[in-house]
Every structure is written in structure tokens, then in C-alpha cells.
T-cell receptor, first 112, second 110 residues
Framework: DAGVIQSPRHEVTEMGQEVTLRCKPI?????LFWYRQTMMRGLELLIY????????DSGMPEDRFSAKMPNASFSTLKIQPSEPRDSAVYFC??????????FGEGSRLTVL | GQQVMQIPQYQHVQEGEDFTTYCNSS?????IQWYKQRPGGHPVFLIQ?????EVKKQKRLTFQFGEAKKNSSLHITATQTTDVGTYFC??????????FGSGTQLTVLP
């Protein structure tokens, strides 16, 4: 298996622009997680899905952030409008149960 | 809510020295996981501990889960430069939610 696939790997955008990050989980995994990592705040859980249904989105910073999982093999995290404080590495991870998480390589977002 | 604290935040050791990172949860955990993140990389699963008092070894790495299932430790014997990275614990609580600690960044000086 190719593992968790994230795109883009790097994104540089200007404040106010819409950003869409994409994730393809490992086939057969029924849980998907979006994390944000910064030096100041470490690894923060933004949202997680189980069987494509959002279970806990309490970590989503504000209404500018939204996440969808239209099917078992694809998820998006959207930021609109983006702000400089959103600059971070965004990781997607999947798991078969509450077992080990398999992380993607991350999307490094820079908002100017 | 569930909180997982990890210390120290940073650790510098000379190659060959031992290293330990500690993890403490505010609530009893059903299990705890450990991950390693190399600089510029992504977290990679190392191990999961489930039983009270459990001890597991992976070569030079020893993982322990406390008797009360509220704390855990990772000990590396005779560190090598390949051990460089950030080590995270992640606890699973009663709500089946995984909470990551803040991580310990290990630097190994040659």
C-alpha cells in the first residue's frame, strides 16, 4: 500500500485566499484524522471521521475551517479565508480502529 | 478534558548516553501509544501499551506503562545519532479519543 497520501506537500498563499488540502487514507481504514502542527502548539487534533462521518470537530479553530469526507477514500480540509496564523504543517492520518495512526507526509502551508 | 503532559520538552545527550522521556495523563488511559517524528518528517508509530505495568522492548528502546495506567515512559539505552527526533506519547482515554503529548525533542551530539 502507498500509505496515506496528502496533497499538496507545500502551499504558499496570500492572506484571504482559499486553501484546500487533500488526503487519501489507507484503503480499508475506517478512521481519518486531521492534525495541525506548529512549534507553539504542537500536534493539535482538528477533526476526526469514523466511517466518513465527522465524530469530533471540537478542535476546528473557527468557522473558516471546514472538513469533508465524501467517501472512504478521500477527505478535504478547507480554509477560507486563510490568515497568516494558519501557517503550519497539516497532517492527515488514518487507522483501522483506535489503533496505530498512519500519518501522511503532511502539507506545509504558508500564508503570507 | 483529557490532558497528556510530556517531559522534558528538550533533551540533548552525548552519543552513547541514555535518554528517557516521561508521559503523564490527567485521567486513566485504556492504552498508550508512542510515535517518533524525525526532523522534517511525519510521526511514525513505534508501539502500543495496553496492560497495567506492561513493559515492552524494541532493541535499545524500552517502553513502560504505569500500574495505574496514567503514566508511561520511553527509555533509550546508548543513544545513536539515528535516534534524533521528537518522541510523542499519545493516550487513549475512556472516550476512545487519542490525545498527543507535547513531545520530547531529542538531540544526540556525536
Amino acid at each position: 500500500d502507498a500509505g496515506v497520501i496528502q496533497s499538496p506537500r507545500h502551499e504558499v498563499t496570500e492572506m484571504g485566499q482559499e486553501v484546500t488540502l487533500r488526503c487519501k487514507p489507507i484503503s480499508g481504514h475506517n478512521s481519518l484524522f486531521w492534525y495541525r502542527q506548529t512549534m507553539m502548539r504542537g500536534l493539535e487534533l482538528l477533526i476526526y471521521f469514523n466511517n466518513n462521518v465527522p465524530i469530533d470537530d471540537s478542535g476546528m479553530p473557527e468557522d473558516r475551517f471546514s472538513a469533508k469526507m465524501p467517501n472512504a477514500s478521500f477527505s478535504t480540509l478547507k480554509i477560507q479565508p486563510s490568515e497568516p496564523r494558519d501557517s503550519a504543517v497539516y497532517f492527515c492520518a488514518s487507522s483501522s480502529t483506535i489503533g496505530e495512526l498512519f500519518f501522511g507526509e503532511g502539507s506545509r502551508l504558508t500564508v503570507l | 478534558g483529557q490532558q497528556v503532559m510530556q517531559i522534558p520538552q528538550y533533551q540533548h545527550v552525548q552519543e552513547g548516553e541514555d535518554f528517557t522521556t516521561y508521559c503523564n495523563s490527567s485521567t486513566t488511559l485504556s492504552n498508550i501509544q508512542w510515535y517518533k517524528q524525525r526532523p522534517g518528517g511525519h510521526p511514525v508509530f513505534l508501539i502500543q501499551l495496553v496492560k497495567s505495568g506492561e513493559v515492552k522492548k524494541q532493541k535499545r528502546l524500552t517502553f513502560q506503562f504505569g500500574e495505574a495506567k496514567k503514566n508511561s515512559s520511553l527509555h533509550i539505552t546508548a543513544t545513536q545519532t539515528t535516534d534524533v527526533g521528537t518522541y510523542f506519547c499519545a493516550g487513549v482515554g475512556s472516550a476512545r479519543q487519542l490525545t498527543f503529548g507535547s513531545g520530547t525533542q531529542l538531540t544526540v551530539l556525536p
